[in-house]
């Protein structure tokens, strides 16, 4: 933790969303649930805090998506902004503001930014060459224009990144370059931009993060600045010929927006400034304040943007403070796979809804127990049914609900006098007191799932202290001994209902409505399941049990299982160019293919080649030589001594020199991916004819 003053107030910003789709599974773990946790954490311990968002509206994306829609940029943004602000406020995140950057006091606040960077003589301007549309009048950067990167020959590189090798890339860059607003080849035509020189903030940066925040900043935020600082900064234009976003405000840039990474971050004070108007708070101690801690919550795809581009921005403002922390998170699987927005690979939210009506806290739950805080991480269905069945269920509802039912069954629902304690029940209440600060120890150091973790142990604790006291038992001996009993568990229980608001806030909420403790004056603060020694006085009357969470069945969970499937069957028939079906042959030509089994005794890749295998094939007549294309999909090693469907009577060819004397039969599996036609395995004698194992649809390499 850190040693200097406890400061003043709290600036939580988390990632402006793009509206250009709904919210999944990976954007609530990497960012919004963590986030939250943080802010309902600090409100709960007394903090003043301003939690910030807003959605991301502008940007080549959305302009692009609009495009292909045949809608405005408007209604795109319109139809998603209220659908993500919904799945926020459904999933109980609570922004103390969840703006847009379409809004006026964004407009002035980034154009504000602009103007003052450019008068102080921050930015450099350059005339530069760029890809220039001609059918459709449009200079093309970022996603406007795809091609072959430079780096790694993927032939689908974007005018901004390449994802396939993940380099940062210009427009300029790509060889043969496609508009894909048009398909046309660009032409080249200049036009002049406004530049961040980055190159002049490097000493500060160094500074400020290398050796400012070596010990409290995550080692991915770190390692990742550090490499970024390290290969040197470059100039970063903040301007694009676009007509989608805030206009350039000075003279020369008529026709041109600033570009969405320039105006994204203000978006965050903007907010804010929304947020205290309504309020009628003064904006400004949230951001200029150094007695402010501001805490930047994002995905590990931004990290450049808030630690490196936006600082730089605000240090050349010269008003604001910088962030004190960027907790990074690194990326959520599904499955296995990478989620994807355009392969419908996620869990959105608003479906999640539907299908698990009321459970929020537990996928809430889940993604905390399995953040990407420090590597990637997966999302299994069948790990999100034992956290809930095994945890949720059996610990935390197991125990709530036995203190409830009992403390109604032998009390009428009022809490009873204790008697002495024994030693256990003094170690039990005193444990309780230590919660506080151990959950809040890994908040403050941002370590969510350990957090999480802990909040559940407590629950253990008094799951473990009931079934071992067994107050069903006892009461037929020694009522007083259960009066101290259901006393010590009560306390727990209410230990809960405090501690759990940040994880699990709408079970949270209910816990203290069934224990009569919302909003009366018994309602506990956080510091005080520490500081006071009765939490529920007795006397206290509490209310009747309800279930606090259900089990999840196995047919639930498969229903899940087979939408996914579903999907990558879609994503598979989609991604498939269908051919048209060739011209019917008779069975006269197919009898005249001479199939046999054969194996593979040699393989090697053939030099220079690198989609060729050369491969000498026993055919049980003879051993001899064929060139498969399968080299992408298959080494030598691991085909050598494989039983494969081979066509003999093919005409002989030199591919590359080497006479190829037959074709070994391949298709595709499910995945797409290549196979080989297997003759049976179990048949060991070479040279049988195989024509009936020819599936249909297989291709022939
Ligand atoms: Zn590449």
């Known amino acids: 933790m850190s040693t200097t003053i406890a400061p003043k107030r709290y600036t939580i910003t988390a990632a402006l969303p793009y509206t250009n789709g709904p919210i999944h599974i990976g954007h609530l773990a990497g960012v919004y649930v963590p986030a ?102 449009q200079f093309l950067a970022d996603r406007f224009v795809i091609g072959t990167c430079p780096k790694c020959g993927n032939e689908e590189a974007y005018g901004d990144q390449c994802e396939n090798c993940g380099s940062s890339l210009n427009a300029t860059d790509l060889i043969n370059p496609k508009s894909t607003i048009t398909g046309s080849v660009p032409s080249t035509k200049e036009t002049t931009h406004w530049f961040l020189p980055l190159d002049r903030y490097e000493d500060f940066l160094r500074d400020w993060i290398l050796k400012g925040h070596k010990d409290d900043w995550k080692p991915n935020v770190y390692g990742q600045c550090k490499s970024w600082i390290d290969s040197g900064l470059e100039p970063r234009a903040v301007t694009r010929d676009l007509d989608w976003g805030i206009p350039v405000p000075v003279k020369g840039g008529e026709g041109k927006v ?49 630690c490196i581009i936006f600082p730089s921005i605000l240090k050349a403002h010269g008003d604001y403070i910088l962030p004190e922390n960027v907790p990074a998170n690194e990326f959520l699987n599904l499955e296995g796979n990478k989620l994807s927005t355009s392969k419908n690979w996620a869990v959105w939210l608003h479906e999640y809804l539907e299908d698990f009506s009321g459970m929020q806290d537990v996928l809430r739950y889940t993604l905390t127990a399995n953040a990407p805080e420090t590597k990637d991480n997966d999302f299994t269905w069948k790990d999100f049914q034992a956290r809930n069945n095994n945890e949720l269920v059996a610990i935390f509802g197991n125990f709530i609900n036995r203190v409830v039912v009992l403390t109604n069954k032998y009390y009428d629902g009022v809490i009873p006098n204790p008697s002495d304690f024994t030693s256990v029940d003094s170690e039990t209440l005193d444990e309780l007191k230590k919660y506080p600060e151990i959950i809040s120890s890994s908040l403050e150091r941002y370590r969510f799932r350990e957090a999480g973790q802990e909040l559940m142990n407590l629950a253990r604790l008094g799951n473990k202290y009931l079934a071992d006291a067994e107050p069903w038992k006892v009461i037929k001996e020694d009522e007083e001994r259960v009066k101290t009993i259901m ?35 018994v309602e506990t603060s956080w510091n005080e399941v520490s500081s006071k020694d009765i939490l529920l006085p007795p006397g206290h009357k509490i209310g009747q049990s309800e279930l606090l969470f259900r089990k999840i069945e196995d047919s639930e969970i498969q229903a899940q299982l087979d939408k996914l499937e579903a999907t990558k069957k879609a994503n598979q028939q989609e991604n498939k160019a269908l051919m048209p079906q060739k011209d019917t042959i008779t069975f006269d030509d197919f009898s005249k293919l001479d199939m046999r089994v054969g194996t593979i005794v040699e393989a090697e890749k053939m030099p220079k080649a690198k989609k060729l295998l050369v491969l000498k094939v026993d055919t049980g007549l003879d051993v001899r030589t064929i060139v498969s294309g399968i080299a992408e999909s298959f080494t030598p090693e691991e085909i050598v001594g494989k039983k494969v469907t081979v066509l003999i009577n093919l005409a002989p060819r030199a591919l590359r020199g080497v006479e190829s004397e037959g074709m070994i039969l391949m298709t595709e599996n499910t995945e797409g991916k290549l196979v080989f036609v297997n003759p049976d395995n179990s048949s060991d004698s070479s040279g049988d004819g195989a024509g009936n194992g020819v599936s249909n649809g297989a291709t022939i390499n």
């Open 487 to 521: 006393f010590v568990a009560l306390q727990i229980a209410s230990g809960l209902a405090v501690l759990s608001e940040p994880f699990l806030p709408f079970t949270s909420d209910k816990l203290k409505s069934i224990l009569g403790v919302r909003s009366s004056a």
């Open 36 to 137: 939250d946790i943080y802010a309902r954490y600090l409100r709960l311990t007394g903090k003043d805090v301003a939690f910030v968002c807003g959605s991301d509206e502008h940007g080549v994306a959305i302009s692009m998506k609009a495009k292909k829609e045949g809608v405005t940029p408007k209604e795109v943004i319109d139809k998603y902004h209220g659908m993500i602000k919904t799945s926020f406020e459904d999933f109980g995140i609570t922004f103390d503001n969840y703006s847009r950057t379409s809004a006026a006091v964004h407009h002035d606040t980034a154009s504000g930014f602009f103007k003052k960077l450019y008068e102080q003589g921050d930015f450099i301007e350059e005339t530069t060459a760029q890809l220039y549309d001609e059918e459709a009048k």
């Open 258 to 306: 600033l570009y969405v990474w320039f105006d994204a971050p203000i978006g965050y004070i903007s907010s804010t400034k929304e947020w205290a108007e309504r309020e009628n708070k003064d904006w400004e101690p949230y951001w200029k304040d150094k007695d402010t801690k501001l805490v930047h919550f994002i995905g590990k795809d931004n990290i450049v943007f808030h």
